[in-house]
């Protein structure tokens, strides 16, 4: 069996095109916030920048982004770079929490008005693959090893369905490093299987109408939170007030509905630990040890 890795786009581009990336540790009114590759650094700068812009109006902090080449770099960095919080997603959130007792804050209401999104599984629909089985000695397009969709939800469904070792059952696996990516690999033929969370794949649909007329959907995973903002357990309590209230209250200011509608969501909503349970559940079913995770694409 072999194995290939997409590597994500530099960080060193990020850093010269993103968002500056400070020193949380400079100065306690400049805030460090990380995110991941959910989509390719483009489009996530150009989703954030009015967010962050309008935190920073609102709160009177200096409010910064920087995106990671990768989900599992988030739990390493967020710690070594002193971050003061991060967009995490569902399962990287679940692992902070556990690792690095972070607080969650908020998450977005998306535009169907769910606060939680799923994992998707497809094919192409002249692949002739119906089910598990057929995907034996297939090539399989995973997001990366950090992402519930587009990693533990598929890991998890294969195990219930008999695969005692999903890495062997492929004849080739590799990950794309973000889900629109995962899409594409599947579109274009460079792989058979992949995975993905709903929302972009939706989203991807809406723009290219062959992704409709030549993918099928195979399988869908519970509901898990939206990528929400969690922050360091020893951060300010007046900050995250500051920031938390910001959140909750952008959908009522006529200056924060532009910003959401950019955003693509809806408003914020309160998220707690306990959000993360489902999470916990599908990392159990994938033999994942949120605990013990290694978090590397070997």
């Known amino acids: 069996m072999k194995m290939r890795y997409m590597s994500a786009i530099s960080f060193l581009l990020l850093a010269v095109l993103f968002l ?9 009114k400049k805030l460090l916030i990380g995110l991941i590759p959910e989509l390719n650094i483009f489009l ?15 709160t009177g902090l200096d409010v910064k982004f920087t995106i ?7 739990i ?4 070594a770079e002193k971050m003061d919080g991060a967009f995490f997603g569902s399962f990287t959130g679940a692992a902070a929490i556990h690792k690095l007792g972070v607080i969650p804050l908020a998450r977005p209401v998306n535009l169907d008005n769910t606060s939680t999104y799923y994992g998707y599984i497809f094919v192409r629909k002249d692949s002739n693959i119906k089910n598990v089985k057929d995907m034996k000695g297939k090539t399989m397009a995973y997001v990366d090893r950090a992402t519930t969709a587009g990693y533990v939800f598929p890991v998890a469904y294969l195990k219930e369905h008999g695969v005692s070792s999903p890495e062997k059952y492929f004849r080739e696996f590799y990950f794309t490093g973000s889900h629109d990516a995962a899409i594409d690999a599947v579109l274009t033929k460079k792989a058979d299987v992949g995975a993905a969370k709903h929302s ?4 991807e649909k809406k723009e290219n109408s062959r992704v409709e007329k030549e993918l099928v959907i195979l399988a869908q995973s519970p509901p898990v939170p939206s990528n929400g903002l969690c922050v360091r357990k020893d951060l300010d309590e007046n900050l995250k007030k500051k920031l938390k209230d910001a959140l ?3 959908h ?3 200056e924060g509905q532009a910003v959401l509608k950019q955003f693509g969501a809806l408003k914020f909503i309160e998220t707690t630990a306990a959000d993360y349970e489902p999470v916990n559940q599908l990392a159990v079913k994938a033999g994942i040890d ?3 995770y290694n978090w590397k694409n070997k």
């Open 44 to 58: 996530q700068r150009e989703r954030f920048q009015p967010l962050g812009a309008y935190l920073s109006k609102k």
């Open 248 to 250: 909750l209250g952008i």
């Open 252 to 254: 009522t200011d006529p």
């Open 76 to 79: 390493e960095r967020f710690a």
């Open 290 to 292: 949120l605990k013990k």
């Open 200 to 203: 972009v794949y939706d989203r």
């Open 68 to 74: 990671l080449s990768r989900y599992g770099n988030l």
């Open 20 to 28: 500056n990336p400070v020193s949380a540790g400079e100065n306690e």
